[in-house]
């Protein structure tokens, strides 16, 4: 049968018939976490060429909207430290002090968590491509309106505001993908374009060296150059992803519905055509459900107990990973206070580089042993402790002060890894219970609520917590807390592993 012919809706409708009784004998493998059929093995090579073209659609797109809107939301923390000498830093300048710092920097993570949930189901029955490409183009608008910022009041305002757009990006990007690729293949390409969020620290905080040394150019100082440019190519990019992206797939032959809310909204390309599309349908069937679901549905997920494991997991690493993004230039300062702000956005550079080799290394052996999950992702929280001790206890000599140096680097690579892995794991644990309301809602919860995190490590710690700063040694006590939350997601990890494994052999035992 020709390509061509097979994209047709009728030839495409007759395939499938003759093809339905291989379709019902397709069944979820929860040892080996994927779809496979009773009548034999997929082409493998055919199944790869499949993927590949997904991915070339994908995750460049992906990348770049992470890595802006990354870079939107993590330059505040580098404003603090911009032009200090001249009191053109982001303190100075607002006059603001360092409690209404990071007041201004958890407020984010307030109206984040909040509407993560909302946001997410918004867009599990909309178009997935629109509402995301919706959500860069409105952190495009907050984070150019930053250059105007004149006090703590509309600080306070705007990074609410920002936290209200981005609600829904992080987790509707797993929601995405697992509408195209089986749970077993999805940390992988979560490790790759989370890739974003670490060359995006990298390149901002290496860049922030240049803008610092436009500072007085045309009237602006140099973190206000930094919002200006950085929110200006995010918004332009949000443009282009309307048309980037493709919507979510469809059964070989099936027209998209439309209803009030999607009948306005742009057609874009579909992912896969013909004989792809066919293979692509046998593979990953689950991806071709319909999105409709109920509230009755939504509480099924909701109360569902192997969420409260994640959050725990996800709460302390992105906490102290947030933590770290907000106050690593802080941190560099306190550890010699003699470095320039131009040193310091040099230094920060490394951590994310670090950061980012720890997910190439990690994310595909997570996948391939991905009955492990807890294993990986225990293990590079570990090495983020041991990094927070190094960075803690080294001393202060001019030697140990770079000994402490690179316990921030250790941090760095043991971060990389495990958001991926526990966003992941998510998906791959409530898909087959829940089914796509059971990703978008599980997904929400555990990035909405577990970035409470986030709120903690910015708002209490360091710069929020009076007289850390001034312990021995400095700011003991905030690393300490993150020390702390680590435990508690590593924990939570190993609970997770052996109360599925406890409830899947009972389970099992009930079926036979």
């Known amino acids: 049968m020709a390509e061509s012919d097979i994209a047709t809706g009728v030839d495409a409708h007759r395939w499938a018939a003759q093809h339905d009784d291989q379709h019902k004998e397709a069944q979820y493998d929860e040892d080996e976490g994927r779809h496979v059929s009773l009548e034999g093995p997929m082409d493998s090579s055919r199944t790869k060429r499949v993927y590949r073209k997904l991915d070339l659609r994908i995750i460049p797109p992906f990348w770049l909207l992470y890595f802006l809107c990354s870079a939107v939301r993590s330059n505040v923390g580098l404003a603090q430290t911009m032009n200090t000498q001249e009191g053109h830093d982001l303190g100075t300048r607002l006059n603001l002090s360092a409690h209404q710092v990071s007041t201004g920097l958890a407020l984010f993570y307030v109206s984040y968590v909040v509407l993560e949930v909302p946001s997410n189901l918004a867009m599990s029955k909309l178009s997935p491509s629109v509402w995301l490409a919706r959500i860069v183009i409105s952190v495009g608008v907050i984070g150019t309106a930053m250059v105007g910022m004149q006090n703590a009041a509309g600080y306070y305002v705007l990074r609410l505001l920002l936290g209200a757009v981005e609600a829904g990006m992080w987790p509707g990007m797993s929601l995405f993908l697992t509408m195209f690729y089986p749970p077993h293949r999805m940390a992988k390409r979560i490790g790759w374009y989370f890739t974003a969020s670490q060359v995006s620290a990298a390149v901002v905080g290496l860049v922030s060296a240049g803008f610092q040394e436009m500072d007085g150019d045309g009237g602006l100082v140099g973190f206000q150059w930094m919002f200006l440019i950085w929110g200006l190519v995010t918004l332009v990019l949000g443009f282009v992803l309307v048309w980037w992206l493709p919507d979510r797939p469809l059964a070989p032959g099936e027209q998209r519905k439309k209803n009030f809310l999607t009948k306005h909204l742009p057609e874009t390309k579909p992912a896969l055509t013909g004989e792809d599309a066919i293979l692509h349908y046998q593979d990953l069937s689950g991806a071709y459900h319909s999105a409709d679901w109920t509230l009755r549905d939504l509480w099924a997920v909701m109360v569902d107990w192997r969420f409260w494991p994640l959050f725990v997991m996800y709460f302390g690493v992105v906490g102290v990973g947030n933590g770290v993004q907000s106050y690593g230039t802080v941190i560099l300062r306190a550890i010699n206070p003699g470095f320039t702000g131009v040193e310091l956005s040099l230094l920060y550079a490394p951590i994310w580089i670090c950061d980012l080799i720890g997910i190439l290394c990690v994310t595909p052996i997570s996948d391939h042993f991905h009955r492990h999950r807890a294993l990986w992702f225990s293990v590079p929280t570990a090495l983020q402790i041991a990094g927070l001790l190094i960075a803690t206890y080294a001393g202060d000599g001019r030697g140990e002060r770079w000994g402490r140096y690179v316990g921030l ?104």
């Open 409 to 512: 680097l250790i941090v760095g690579f043991g971060l990389g890894p495990t958001v991926p892995i526990a966003m992941t794991w998510t998906a791959e644990i409530f898909q087959p219970r829940h089914g796509e309301i059971g990703v978008a809602a599980a997904s929400a919860l555990v990035s909405g609520l577990g970035n409470l995190g986030s709120v903690v490590t910015n708002y209490a710690l360091f710069s929020g917590w009076e007289g850390d700063s001034s312990r021995s040694p400095v700011y003991l006590g905030s690393m300490w807390v993150m020390i702390a939350m680590l435990l508690a997601s590593i924990t939570a990890s190993f609970c997770m592993q052996w109360l599925l494994k406890i409830t899947d052999g009972r389970r099992g035992k009930s079926a036979s």
